[in-house]
């Protein structure tokens, strides 16, 4: 089963976000032709919680943005960032650290 999503506003944005890496060869063509469609099509059926002016970082549970400024707690092994509703939880990358504001120090690896 294959659904369309028609995000055709949010890929043209990821589309000039690859060009600013200068791709080679035929990524950098295909990438270009994506774009010119998109912008004939400016629109998408479904609204996604992204704003691509704002920096952020996804959340390891959820797979949500976090946006700069917002709260957020990483994983004390890997340094993941989640939400905060997630503290006490086993960090869904690792599955070693424990999702709080507290981090392992002194952890060194030969």
């Known amino acids: 089963y294959q659904r369309r999503v028609h995000g055709y506003s949010t890929a043209s944005i990821f589309g ?7 791709p080679e060869g035929d ?4 990438t270009k032709q994506v774009i010119q469609f998109c912008d004939k099509n400016p629109s ?3 609204k996604l919680d992204y704003d691509h002016k704002n920096i ?9 943005p ?6 957020s707690i990483t994983c004390s092994y890997c340094h993941c960032s989640y939400l905060p ?3 006490g939880r086993l960090c869904q990358i690792c599955n070693i650290g424990e999702i709080s504001s ?3 120090k002194g952890v060194k690896f030969i």
């Open 16 to 22: 000039k976000r690859i060009l600013q890496l200068k």
């Open 27 to 30: 990524l950098a063509k295909k």
């Open 44 to 46: 998408d059926s479904i």
């Open 56 to 64: 952020f970082v996804v959340c390891g549970y959820d797979f949500v």
């Open 66 to 71: 976090i946006y700069k400024g917002s709260s």
């Open 85 to 87: 509703k997630h503290k």
């Open 102 to 104: 507290k981090t392992v």
